[in-house]
Nanobody, 115 residues
Framework: QVQLVESGGGLVQAGGSLKLSCVASGITFSSNTMGWYRQAPGKQRELVATITSGGDTNYADSVKGRFTISRDNAKNTVYLQMNSLKLEDTAVYYC?????????WGQGTQVTVFS
């Protein structure tokens, strides 16, 4: 059974930092692309960043230069380092294991940025 468990969310003042973690189990983590997505209230879920098995990364324009995605295959973990957080970064952040024919989602972790 594949499980993705996120952690690291919380309350942070604008301009601050948080680091999210997502631990995967029940699947060969190292061979899969991993992603972070987010969903703000009343909005659709959107891509934040992805990282391939080879370490290639991709970011949404809104987070480029502020967020960094990374992975530790030995720990079956993907991270999202979030710096210079803005009010508009407030959302539930989801980890996704991207594979065909089926992808898997974590349960999400809340990030709230206040002024």
């Amino acid at each position: 059974q594949v499980q993705l468990v996120e952690s690291g969310g919380g309350l942070v003042q604008a301009g601050g930092s948080l680091k999210l973690s997502c631990v995967a189990s029940g699947i060969t983590f190292s061979s899969n692309t991993m992603g972070w997505y987010r969903q703000a209230p009343g909005k659709q879920r959107e891509l934040v960043a992805t990282i391939t098995s080879g370490g290639d990364t991709n970011y949404a324009d809104s987070v480029k230069g502020r967020f960094t995605i990374s992975r530790d295959n030995a720990k079956n973990t993907v991270y999202l380092q979030m710096n210079s957080l803005k009010l508009e970064d407030t959302a539930v952040y989801y980890c996704k294991l991207i594979r065909w024919p089926r992808s898997y989602w974590g349960q999400g972790t809340q990030v709230t940025v206040f002024s």
